[in-house]
């Protein structure tokens, strides 16, 4: 079933100049899409259309069966209760003045959830590999891999249908990446996840589904297997010669 569908999007920043162009792609629900595509592609613009931060110049976005507008205050309201995001950098996107539990728990508090809040972030923790001795703790206490947990954990804690994941571990050394990609992997199983990278390696080990994005415009998207075996477009050719060859 199709969870949402962006159809026919163009974006740009100035009317000179588009940043996507005539952009149309679905996400299945419990099916995990990758966008990838080099720096400056247009990625995390289009992520920003999807979590309704920037509004298309032209084409439309729809969420189940309802479209996507920034200025229906009771569709965003009910659209942020199902969409959260993680961005790249666990550095700055975690508060330093707060808690862990005080930063998990925002979603719980902003989208005004009722039950326990500390029952809902140990839960989260636990989900993420941590343990519940963070809440107490600041995020200067944790290492780059830990901090994206955390990141992580603030996304699923409400339980939201879809998590858009934004260059998630691109930040992170060679064994955290890993290791973090494995969590995604898991929770992937429970949520739709939306994956942007311009690691097609990383794509390629956790996504269902591929979009390849080029300046902008869509230049091939289907199953992984299918795109990783068989690239049409000499841009995707590209991309996985690019990928380093992990040891065996
Ligand atoms: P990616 O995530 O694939 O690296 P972006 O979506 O960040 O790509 O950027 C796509 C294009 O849009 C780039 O040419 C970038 O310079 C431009 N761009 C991104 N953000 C802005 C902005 N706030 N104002 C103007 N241009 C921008």
Avoid: W
């Avoid at 247009?42 to 729809?62: D, E, M, Q, S, Y």
């Avoid at 590999?129 to 830990?146: C, I």
């Avoid at 994206?148 to 954990?153: E, F, H, P, S």
């Avoid at 000499?234 to 991309?239: D, F």
């Amino acid at each position: 079933m199709t969870l949402f569908s962006v159809e026919h999007v163009s974006f740009g920043y100035s009317r000179d100049r588009l940043v996507l162009d005539d952009v149309s792609m679905s996400v299945q629900r419990g099916r995990s899409l990758g966008i990838v595509g080099e720096s400056g592609s247009g990625k995390t613009t289009l992520l920003r259309l999807l979590l309704g931060l920037n509004r298309p110049t032209a084409g439309t976005i729809r969420f189940g069966d309802e479209t996507l507008d920034i200025a229906d205050r009771g569709f965003m309201r009910r659209y942020r209760r199902s969409v959260q995001a993680v961005f790249q950098d666990p550095y700055s996107s975690l508060d330093p003045r707060q808690k862990i539990a005080s930063i998990i728990a925002e979603p719980l508090r902003s989208l005004r959830i009722a039950g326990s809040i500390d029952d809902a972030v140990r839960a989260a923790l636990i989900a993420v590999g941590l343990s519940e001795d963070a809440m107490e703790r600041y995020p200067h206490e944790f290492s780059g891999g830990q901090r994206q947990r955390i990141a992580i954990a603030r996304a699923i804690v409400a339980r939201p249908e879809l998590v858009l994941a934004d260059e998630a571990v691109s930040a992170l050394d060679l064994s955290t990446r890993v290791r973090i990609v494995e969590l995604l992997k898991t929770l992937a199983q429970s949520m739709t996840l939306v994956l942007v990278s311009h690691d097609l390696g990383v794509v390629g080990a956790l996504c269902d589904d591929i979009v390849i994005l080029e300046r902008g415009r869509i230049v091939e998207s289907g199953a992984t297997r299918q795109i990783l075996d068989a690239p049409e477009h000499p841009y995707t050719r590209k991309l996985i010669d690019s990928v380093p060859r992990m040891p065996a």
